[in-house]
């Protein structure tokens, strides 16, 4: 079987425990099998990434003991590679324009459509849109109505985590309402949403498995879709557990706290960090004599 996985982060923080249970479960799982194991930088967010917080990856997983290939991928410098994806939903009728802001949307949604409507749904006030009125500061936005359309066979994916184990159908409802029409191109020309440069290039880095946080397997089906719409395979998605705060909160990038960089600096080791999200030690498998 060939298995190739990688772990993308944005670095726009420092990694903490989550991070590293995700990274060293997806490089365990590609070595338990000869895979490959690729690590990317997803850094399409100018405002908010960091050179520092991208070499204090490279550091902090390099003292876990992971070990890619490189030169890793850095999506700020495939840019062009995006807005041609982009481009291709927009020639296919897939995307449009919008200029609301949040405040627009959230005015729209009040009443008197309030509780007909899913709160978070992009009311479509710009659906109507043509790319050819496409203004500096637009977002792009995917008309999944149509997209559903273009789409005939049923779509699914298979999930082999232990949480949503399974082949997972996509329900066309609850894509239409409740993740609605995403933004795909963000308001900043030439940038693209998380969501798509993802697919783009889990394809261009022939990812097989998709080893990452079941705070992502929601955002799953808008992938599946936008890989049938633009003729990319599905890869198998394995969605882990969370690393929990002591309250059972998901630890963000704001939970300093629970950096790497703060383990290291109080002398812990990756084994003592492996302990802590539940990992086997490196040692447990050649006991001490
Ligand atoms: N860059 C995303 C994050 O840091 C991960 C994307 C993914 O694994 O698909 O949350």
Same mark, same amino acid.
């Given at each position: 079987m060939t298995f190739v996985t990688r772990f993308a982060p944005s670095p @726009?923080?420092?990694?903490?425990?989550? +991070? !590293?249970?995700?990274?060293?479960? !997806?490089?365990?799982?590609?070595?338990?099998?000869?895979? @490959?194991f690729l690590l990317r930088i $997803?850094?399409?967010?100018?405002? /908010? !990434?960091?050179?520092?917080? $991208?070499?204090?990856?490279y550091d902090d997983l390099a003292w876990l003991g992971l070990t890619w290939r490189t030169p890793v991928l850095r999506q700020s410098e495939h840019l062009e590679r995006y807005n041609r994806a982009l481009m291709q939903l927009a020639a296919d009728g897939l995307v449009y324009p919008c200029s609301c802001r949040r405040s627009d949307i959230r005015a729209a949604l009040s009443a008197p459509q309030e509780g007909v409507i899913e709160p978070s749904v992009y009311p479509g006030t710009c659906r109507h849109r043509q790319m050819s009125s496409r203004k500096p500061g637009d977002a792009l936005r995917l008309n999944m109505a149509r997209a559903l359309e273009r789409l005939e066979a049923p779509l699914s994916?298979?999930?082999t985590g232990p949480i949503h184990t399974g082949t997972h159908a *996509?329900?066309?409802?609850?894509?239409?309402?409740?993740?609605?029409?995403?933004?795909?191109?963000?308001k900043e020309i030439e940038t693209v949403s998380y969501v798509l440069a993802a697919v783009i290039?889990?394809?261009?880095?022939? *990812?097989? +498995? *998709?080893?990452?946080?079941?705070?992502l397997f929601d955002t799953t089906p808008?992938?599946?879709?936008?890989? +049938?719409?633009?003729?990319l395979p599905t890869p198998i998605y394995h969605h882990h557990r969370l690393i929990r705060d002591?309250?059972?909160?998901?630890?963000? =990038?704001?939970?300093?706290?629970?950096?790497?960089? =703060?383990? /290291?600096?109080?002398?812990? @080791?990756?084994?003592? *960090?492996?302990?802590?999200?539940?990992?086997?030690?490196?040692?447990? =498998?050649?006991? /001490?004599?």
């Amino acid at each position: 079987m060939t298995f190739v996985t990688r772990f993308a982060p944005s670095p @726009t923080g420092p990694l903490h425990l989550g +991070h !590293a249970y995700s990274a060293l479960l !997806a490089h365990e799982m590609a070595r338990d099998v000869n895979g @490959t194991f690729l690590l990317r930088i $997803e850094d399409t967010d100018t405002s /908010r !990434a960091r050179v520092a917080w $991208e070499e204090q990856i490279y550091d902090d997983l390099a003292w876990l003991g992971l070990t890619w290939r490189t030169p890793v991928l850095r999506q700020s410098e495939h840019l062009e590679r995006y807005n041609r994806a982009l481009m291709q939903l927009a020639a296919d009728g897939l995307v449009y324009p919008c200029s609301c802001r949040r405040s627009d949307i959230r005015a729209a949604l009040s009443a008197p459509q309030e509780g007909v409507i899913e709160p978070s749904v992009y009311p479509g006030t710009c659906r109507h849109r043509q790319m050819s009125s496409r203004k500096p500061g637009d977002a792009l936005r995917l008309n999944m109505a149509r997209a559903l359309e273009r789409l005939e066979a049923p779509l699914s994916f298979v999930d082999t985590g232990p949480i949503h184990t399974g082949t997972h159908a *996509i329900d066309p409802d609850t894509l239409l309402h409740q993740t609605g029409d995403a933004v795909l191109g963000r308001k900043e020309i030439e940038t693209v949403s998380y969501v798509l440069a993802a697919v783009i290039d889990d394809a261009a880095q022939g *990812i097989t +498995h *998709i080893v990452r946080g079941a705070d992502l397997f929601d955002t799953t089906p808008l992938q599946v879709v936008l890989q +049938h719409l633009l003729d990319l395979p599905t890869p198998i998605y394995h969605h882990h557990r969370l690393i929990r705060d002591d309250a059972g909160k998901r630890l963000a =990038k704001r939970d300093d706290a629970r950096a790497i960089a =703060k383990y /290291r600096a109080d002398c812990a @080791t990756p084994d003592d *960090i492996r302990a802590m999200v539940g990992l086997p030690s490196l040692f447990e =498998k050649n006991p /001490r004599e």
